[in-house]
């Protein structure tokens, strides 16, 4: 469950509070200072074709030379091709046979009809003082390890309205099984209610299921708890993914994208959620304790089609999907680990080189997704830079390319205020880019697998998707593992028809967020 958190809080982890590491990126900024020279230069690059113009009107005019021919010159064509009847019959079945399996084979486009985030009620909100008073009432925490965690909790970054389970905050505490399993369906089936309404699909219609869920597993699994709730057909697919972390929700629309491309004509619901009720830590190892201060309720359902007739009312189609792990490396393998304490106690324990882990599984997914996605003008200066690093060993540092030519709108996972600071800052995005995940994570908290779509809905609440925009999101997880998911808009947004978790309240959003906020007395 706590896979991506901040710098500063994983190097407090232990009491000697090491210096701070950080997400080893490079410096991007080194390739900006010739920023308008660049601007210029990609213009160019881009609006090329224009330059072709000349030429194309030149093969016109060859073209023209067609009208020279003479009345003899098409008898004569038409004489070849009465002859060739013959060979035109026996070809023609082997024609429509190839055509055929060309349009069986291609790709089947999928898109994302709507999706639905999950609003808790308002009896779970717990503020930042409330989370204190129940963390010194559990009397289970050292005194030490209570202060450290209010240190944690002022410099999250999260606000006072983001949710807890009912039996965590109540007193005493109650986390059972039963509990667990409430907390599961109210959030799933909420998400879920959501957009079938929003789409007007019958739940007898999908045929594909894929959840996602990383410490909580029960049996039966939580897809079989979906099917069983809404009845679906006896022949759906279903599938229910654990223990892949905060990435995992990228994870299931890759399977589902894979899915739909061999089961026609169907919808596929995905299910993102974490479950709080039975993955409190109750110890005192600080490295396990960062998941109590940082992981809030929460849930998305998504429902993608591959019908091409839905393409006029999804909002948007899949482009991409990239997956990066890397899980071969035993560092990486160990950064995020479950286990248990001295004591005993069960907890997910964050090695202090997670940050370094993170952002080398950055860096390996963005150089996967660049020559997707980046506008040529940023590949050629990336190749030119590679040549002459590596042929003609020039001593210069590698050239990092403008991820925002290539998109209009960034979903980066709210997993901690400092590993959102780093990359802002090495990906060299503007507060407008950062704001739905630094709002997201103010206002819920880590939701996990989730919050990408909490974002979503906070770009889209705000007006600001455009028919054709480019939305990039990116999560971290546990294993280790960076996933990308690419989307483009196939129709403008109109917020005064949605209905989203931020709907009530988006007027009050952005606020400023301190580096530290000092909890009340």
């Not at 469950?1 to 080893?24: C, D, G, V």
């Not at 699909?201 to 869920?213: E, Q, S």
């Not at 596929?268 to 600080?286: C, F, H, K, M, Q």
Request: glycine residues 6%.
């Amino acid at each position: 469950m706590a896979e991506n958190q901040t710098s500063a809080e994983a190097t407090t982890a232990t009491k000697q509070q090491p210096p701070r590491q950080r997400l080893l990126l490079p410096n991007f900024k080194s390739s900006v200072n010739l920023k308008y020279v660049k601007l210029g230069y990609h213009y160019l690059i881009t609006n090329a074709m224009y330059l072709l113009v000349p030429i194309l009107l030149l093969a016109i005019s060859s073209a023209q030379q067609l009208w020279t021919l003479s009345v003899w010159d098409l008898f004569h064509i038409l004489h070849l091709l009465r002859s060739n009847v013959l060979l035109f019959v026996l070809t023609s079945p082997l024609m429509v046979f190839m055509l055929t399996i060309f349009f069986m084979t291609r790709p089947r486009n999928v898109y994302l009809l709507d999706f639905s985030c999950y609003k808790p009620e308002p009896p779970r909100k717990t503020s930042r003082e409330l989370f204190i008073d129940r963390t010194i009432k559990a009397g289970i925490f050292t005194e030490e390890n209570v202060q450290f965690q209010k240190k944690i909790i002022e410099r999250s970054g999260l606000g006072q309205e983001t949710y807890f389970p009912e039996k965590l905050i109540s007193l005493p505490p109650n986390p059972c099984m039963a509990e667990a399993r409430k907390e599961a369906e109210m959030v799933m089936f909420g998400a879920i209610d959501g957009v079938l309404e929003k789409t007007g699909v019958r739940a007898k219609d999908i045929g594909i299921v894929v959840v996602n869920c990383s410490l909580f597993n029960p049996t039966p699994s939580l897809s079989a708890m979906i099917v069983n709730h809404y009845k679906l057909r006896g022949n759906v697919e279903s599938f229910n993914l654990g223990g892949m972390g905060c990435s995992a929700g990228l994870i299931s629309i890759d399977l589902a994208r894979k899915l739909l491309q061999v089961h026609p004509n169907t919808y596929a619901l995905v299910v993102s959620t974490e479950n709080i009720t039975l993955n409190w830590y109750w110890g005192n190892d600080r490295s396990m304790l960062l998941s109590n201060c940082l992981f809030r309720m929460g849930g998305a359902a998504i429902l993608l089609s591959n019908k091409g007739s839905d393409r006029r009312r999804s909002k948007y189609q899949l482009v991409y999907t990239v997956r990066t792990h890397k899980g071969a490396d035993d560092r990486s393998y160990g950064c995020v680990y479950q286990r248990e304490d001295d004591k005993g106690k069960v907890g997910v324990s964050l090695s202090k080189e997670l940050m370094a882990v993170a952002g080398e599984a950055l860096k390996a997914n963005i150089t996967t997704l660049g020559p997707l996605v980046l506008p040529v003008s940023e590949q050629l200066l990336f190749f030119v830079t590679l040549i002459a690093r590596k042929v003609l060993k020039i001593k210069i540092k590698p050239y990092i390319p403008d991820f925002k030519l290539a998109f209009e709108h960034f979903c980066i996972h709210a997993g901690g205020r400092a590993v959102l600071d780093e990359i802002e800052k090495n990906l060299e995005l503007s507060d407008w880019h950062m704001e739905p995940s630094r709002m997201t994570l103010y206002r819920f908290g880590n939701t996990s697998s989730s919050s990408l779509w909490y974002e979503l809905a906070y770009t889209e609440a705000k007006g600001r998707i455009r028919r054709g925009d480019r939305t990039w999101q990116i999560a971290f997880g546990s294993g280790f593992k960076c996933n990308s998911a690419v989307w483009r808009a196939l129709r403008t947004i109109n917020p005064a028809k949605e209905k989203n978790p931020w709907m009530d309240e988006i007027d009050n959003y952005p606020v400023e967020v301190p580096k530290v906020t000092s909890l009340a007395s």
